[in-house]
């Protein structure tokens, strides 16, 4: 999903001509919600409208859990390489900031010792898309739309958006046991907000971000199972993630985060399969500004504490590359 960089206006050069330069590195995409890991640190900050930024992560897991829908395997190690892709745009709609997002998710998926019958101690391996997502954010409350100069001047304050995403399945093949696809739509809605630990945009920034979503999915209706069952329901998952940040200096910044879910148990034909998701995930984050357009952060997160024997262990890269055209914003203003 597209984490920001939160950085002031005033590392941006403004004296050289026609440059099209990024202001705050807006990495967003979520990417993650579907490998239990979440959108990351400082992916839904206010930032100027008229950005536009592309997020290339690497995601490493050993979990069991599936990597296409928040799907719980009690006995099976489960290994996934992914490399999403996320483009973003910020815009003003009313006066108030709005941000799209789209996702394309490239990657592998290996698991061995499923549980019978479907493929007890058989290694399986899956190559293609996992599932990608387009997104719309909204400012709620504190949410302004500001462009790169006006958002310079613009003191730090508590914001509250609404957020709506739409993931829609990748690679799939019935035929198989293993998919990087699920095969059925999810919908996600919830609130993302930000509450600043500083008072000016001068100031090392320190940010707590809290953002409760809950997923709906569609029936799977030609299961990879199929000789088992016709149709796989899941049930509604609610989740509740958390980063606080904070900016050591003008380049570098850490971050630990916290992630609750609950529920997205799945039902084979009506009957259940017993794998309700109930834990608390955690993890630490690192983040540098390489230059004006470019910042890069790593992640690491774990399991902390769960039901059903769930693990999950991920190490997370990102950059992110974002511009906005400061010559547009000075001929608009004059």
């Known amino acids: ?9 005033r590392f941006i050069t403004m004296t050289k001509k026609n440059i099209v330069i990024l202001l705050l590195l807006s990495l967003y995409f ?4 579907c490998y239990a890991q979440g959108d990351g640190p400082r992916s ?24 296409n829908g928040n799907i719980l395997i009690k006995n099976a190690d489960i290994t996934v390489d992914v490399f999403p892709t996320t483009l973003v745009h910020t815009f003003s709609i009313g006066g108030k900031f709005a941000r799209v997002f789209a996702m394309a998710n490239p990657g592998s998926v290996k698991a061995s010792a499923f549980i019978e019958p479907l493929a007890s101690g058989q290694e399986l391996s899956a190559n293609g898309f996992s599932d990608g997502f387009i997104a719309f954010e909204y400012g709620l409350i504190g949410s302004p739309a500001l462009n790169a100069i006006e958002f310079s001047q613009h003191k730090p304050q508590f914001s509250l958006n609404g957020y709506i995403r739409y993931w829609y399945s990748g690679t799939y093949d019935s035929s198989k046991l293993l998919n990087l696809g699920t095969n059925r739509s999810t919908f996600e809605f919830g609130t993302t907000m ?11 920034a320190t940010w707590l971000e809290i953002m409760p979503t809950v997923q709906f999915y569609t029936d799977n209706n030609d299961p990879a199972r199929s000789a088992l069952a016709n149709k ?18 003008k380049k570098l910044w850490v971050g630990a985060d916290l992630r609750y879910q609950l529920g997205g148990e799945t039902k084979a034909d009506g009957v259940s399969d017993d794998n309700n998701i109930n834990f608390l ?3 630490i984050n690192l983040g540098y500004q390489i230059n004006a ?10 399991v902390l504490i ?23 914003i000075k001929q608009s203003k004059n």
């Open 293 to 302: 357009p470019l910042s890069a952060y790593v992640g690491y997160g774990t």
């Open 232 to 249: 796989i329901e899941q049930k509604p998952l609610f989740i509740v993630e958390n980063h606080l940040t904070h900016n050591i200096n």
């Open 306 to 328: 769960g039901d059903n024997d769930i693990k999950s262990n991920m190490l997370r890269f990102s950059l992110v590359f974002a511009y906005i055209n400061l010559k547009k």
């Open 281 to 283: 995930g955690g993890g």
């Open 44 to 67: 839904h900050l206010l930032s100027p409208t008229g950005v536009w930024a592309v997020n290339p992560k690497y995601l490493h897991l050993d979990q069991n859990l599936l990597p």
């Open 30 to 33: 979520v990417t993650i919600n």
């Open 194 to 204: 930000a509450i600043p630990f500083h008072k000016a945009a001068t100031q090392n």
């Open 1 to 9: 999903m597209f984490n920001t960089f939160y950085l002031p206006i």
